[in-house]
């Protein structure tokens, strides 16, 4: 039986991340009420459906299922219980301008087997990159994962900072380099360069401009592997509510928060819907977007105009989705794929320096309908197509652009994806631009992503989880630390919860009137 305490919680947003701060608070005893506005949970992990066919619309990607499995672990459950995972080899499966197509297999040994076939010194680098992606993981776990980070300083202790280990933990994390240049440190040949490039894109961010402690993605991913949880994504947040209902959180579905209240020193006391009604509380806790919180939902004048000038937070980039029901599958395509860009430092720079569509992007596509078979009718594919674009700018009009667009993504499927004819196997189609996704979600001009990761030095951090600005006041989701994606915007929820407990325990929190 878990002890219950008086402190109240208040959560605004039902994504990944205020899904698990509600878990975590609630097996741990607290009074839990999370708001969303959307008559769904899970944030971008939605769903889509139309003509038998069945699509995420966000996320299609699970890494790190450990995450889940601490959530899960605070209910005194496991994982494997709630959710039917299946685990997917090759990773991904990359397709090039020239040249035949690229597995990322999962066991590091048999992907070094795979290159010495056709490249030996790329063999030798991938074996050395990985042995580098290792130890920055597990500096990761001891420093960075699992509690509240908003720079540096919060990292390392200045106990630890004059400790030689940990000066040359520091120092392996290549502080002065990005991630696109440790790649080419190690890899010569520029398919498979392009292919570790890639991953950040998990955070919607440049390999160019992207600090190289990002290369840790790698071996997280080869490290624990890559699952699709049977019945979509989609699932995991349908796993997460199920469980905060049998933990006793009140869930206030299709209710809006307009404002975070806070009393004259500015520590936060509770929420106010749109229907003007107030909710007090001990702790509040954001799910949502991180700058729109302190821009829209804080009183003005109260400590959150130091959020903006603290660090100038970047957004991440957008990216246009394109939902496409095919009446016949493609057999040469894998669960999770790439058609890249036939020049990657041209595509980075349109969309993160110049602000415009790449004319020769690189596609994701998950063709999920081999795995699961209920995701479109026999025969068919429920195919999602992503290509990332810049957040919104003024003059980015995409209810114009999108047509054009829509061309240049399929003739890049047609014409490097080897996805011939795809436009005459579309019987279903639906689409989401930047406009949409800002609408939708809310998020900073239509970043996907929240903040951009951007900086060789401080790229990787974003606001902590335990704001600096207002007592009283948690950050989850993926525009809070440690950042984006799946597993983080999971974690996030996590720290948040566990740095609430923390900070009640410490005396830190007083409970709001009964």
Known sequence: MVAKTRKKVGIVGGGLGGLASACTLAARGYDVTLFEKNDWAGGK???????GFRFDMGPTILTLPSVLKRIFAEAGLKMEDRLDLVRLDPQWRCFYTEGPPLDLVENVQAMIGKLRETDPRSADGYQKFQELSRRLSNISQKFFFWKSIGSLWDMFSFKDSVNLTTLGDVLSMRPTSTVAATVRKYIPDERLAQMLDHFTQYVGSSPFGSPAVLCSIAHMQTDEGIWYPMGGTREVPRALLKLAGELGVTFRQGVEITRITQDASGRATG?????????LFDIVVSNSDTVRTHRELLVPGRAPDRFETRRGYEPACSGVVLYLGLN???????????????????EFDAIYNRGEPASDPTCYVCAPAATDPSVAPPGGEALYVLVHTPYLRPHHDWSRMLPAYREVILDKLEQTGGMKGIRDRIVFEGSLTPQGIHDRYRVLNGAIYGLASHGRLFGAFKPANRSPDVPGLYLAGGS??????????????????????QDVKSAAIQSVPA
């Open 45 to 51: 992990a939605a769903v889509l459906e139309g003509d």
């Open 480 to 501: 809070a630390h440690p950042g984006p994606g799946m597993p983080m915007a999971l974690m996030s929820g996590w720290i948040a919860g566990d740095t609430v407990d």
């Open 271 to 279: 929420v106010v819907d749109s229907s003007g009604e107030p909710h």
């Open 328 to 346: 016949q599958r493609y057999d040469h395509i894998a669960h999770h794929d790439f058609v890249f860009s036939r020049d990657p430092e041209e």
